[in-house]
């Protein structure tokens, strides 16, 4: 079965903290990868995307994200956090052998910076 | 670019009437477009995929007679709760997804619909 899993349900970290949301995958083919941002009572923003190529991907906001293919991972970071990156980020995956563009969502992860 | 809207944002109804939301794509053509529903703190769960001239695939679980997905244009795409109960109320958010060769890429997320349903 295809699934995405954040272990962390809450991250908090420091302002001015490097921040790291982990994912990992397990997604058929080469799966797309994706970060999406969600602010309350609001829809989801994208943050980034993993097609091919660099393992290092730059997204908005100066976030970034690793693809590691051995180990199936995807986690999202930040040099350092900002009070306002407080929300809550979904990792997604799509199907690499599907042209339907299914994603496939982890649960989900509150991530708190304190001033 | 790449901007997805929904109506309404927020919708109060009796228990017994139909709710109909609205997903636009502003600024590009969606041939795909997604409705999901996200309960309180966990993620979203997938109701159902539209595409624009056919039937919409319903997601194992989701009534089809319940939750009414039409898609008549490539930048409009409607979801009719019909006879809502309490049990519907939620929040519903549509994406679209922009088309680029094979494969279906980025999804771009409507700003979402609350339902309350009395």
């Known amino acids: 079965a295809q699934s995405v899993a954040q272990p962390e349900d809450q991250v908090n970290v420091a302002e001015g903290n490097p921040l790291t949301v982990k994912c990992t995958y397990s997604?058929?083919?080469?799966?797309?990868l994706f970060w999406y941002v969600q602010y309350p009572n609001r829809g989801l923003q994208f943050l980034l995307k993993?097609?091919?190529?660099?393992?290092l991907v730059k997204g908005s906001y100066g976030f970034e994200a690793e693809f590691n293919k051995s180990q199936t991972s995807f986690h999202l970071k930040k040099p350092s956090a900002l009070v306002s990156d407080s929300a809550l980020y979904f990792c997604?995956?799509?199907?690499?052998?599907?042209?339907?563009?299914?994603?496939?969502f982890g649960r989900g992860t509150q991530l708190t910076v304190w001033p | 670019g790449a901007v997805v809207s929904q109506h309404p944002s927020w919708v109060i109804c009796k228990s017994g009437t139909s709710v109909k939301i609205e997903c636009r794509s502003l600024d590009f053509q969606a041939t795909t477009m997604f409705w999901y529903r996200q309960f309180p703190k966990q993620s979203l769960m997938l109701m159902a995929t539209?595409?624009?001239?056919?039937?919409?695939?319903?997601e194992q679980g989701v009534e089809k007679d319940k939750f009414l997905i039409n898609h008549a244009s490539l930048t409009l795409s409607t979801l009719t709760v019909t006879s809502a109960h309490p049990e519907d109320s939620s929040f519903y958010i549509c994406?679209?997804?922009?088309?680029?060769?094979?494969?279906?890429?980025?999804?771009?997320f409507g700003p979402g619909t609350r339902l309350l349903v009395l």
């Open positions: 994406s679209a997804s922009r088309p680029s060769g094979r494969r279906k890429e980025t999804q771009y």
């Open positions: 993993y097609i091919t190529g660099d393992n």
């Open positions: 997604v058929s083919g080469n799966p797309y």
């Open positions: 997604a995956a799509q199907d690499g052998g599907s042209t339907l563009g299914r994603l496939y």
């Open positions: 539209s595409n624009e001239g056919s039937k919409a695939t319903y």
